[in-house]
């Protein structure tokens, strides 16, 4: 895992080289789902702070109780009866896509006396089976939000497309960063609207030359996952 990571922050850090871009700006989320649970104390002891889950059961079991300094985000759709126990095990959701589930995290922070981050997922790819927001609808859905008030509306997160060739995926990142853009200059409640999360193993590097501010990277730091996904407590 060591090398892995040494060989993931290096591509970081030529990707930002090739496009004059300083690597602190993006941050490396460790894609922990379906590793076991001393894989995530592994990569902690090897400095890891960021991580993702795509199930919040397994944030549950892997990231409570909450160590100082580790993030665990969710980055696989929540369904609306899930979003209690998501806003227990992690410290921001990215994958928002609809008003109820907003208002419901609203309400669960208010309750819970907590702040919670936010990204909004756009299906940039328009990819069929993938969630988010539609390309079309994404802009007018989001001006109509309300203010914030527990939730902290960070910005936008995108799954490339799954071609096999990276720059098929450039396209969808623009539009991406674009979008960000627009909101954060023109409407006050985005003006914590930084946030790019964009790249995976595969397309890094197209993301981080288009603005990606946070890469998630599972396979190239913690290896294959097996085909059925499971996770035990080990
Ligand atoms: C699994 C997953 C990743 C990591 O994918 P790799 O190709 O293994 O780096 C990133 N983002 C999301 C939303 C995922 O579900």
Known sequence: ?????????????????????????VRLIWVSKTQP?????RAIALGARDFGENRV???????????????????????KNKLRKAVQAAQAIDTVADLESVLKLEALCEEANKNLEIL???????????????????????SSLPEPQRLLYKGLMTIGKNTGNPEDSRACFA???????????TQPKF??????????TDDLEVAIAEGST???VGTALFGHRSAIGSFHKI
């Open 1 to 25: 895992m060591e090398n892995n990571k040494r060989i993931v922050l290096s591509r970081i850090s030529r990707a930002c080289e090739a496009c004059g871009r300083d690597s602190a700006n």
């Open 37 to 41: 649970f001393s894989a995530v104390e």
């Open 57 to 79: 059961q397994e944030a549950l079991e892997k990231f409570l109780p909450q160590r100082d300094g580790v993030v665990c985000r969710i980055i696989g759709p929540v369904q």
């Open 120 to 142: 909004f997922q756009v299906n940039a790819s328009e990819e069929a089976t993938k969630s988010g927001l539609s390309m079309q609808e994404a802009f007018d859905f989001l």
């Open 175 to 185: 539009f991406l960063r674009d979008l960000r853009d627009k909101l954060f200059n």
């Open 191 to 200: 003006k914590d609207f930084t946030e790019l999360s964009m790249g995976m």
């Open 214 to 216: 946070m890469v998630r």
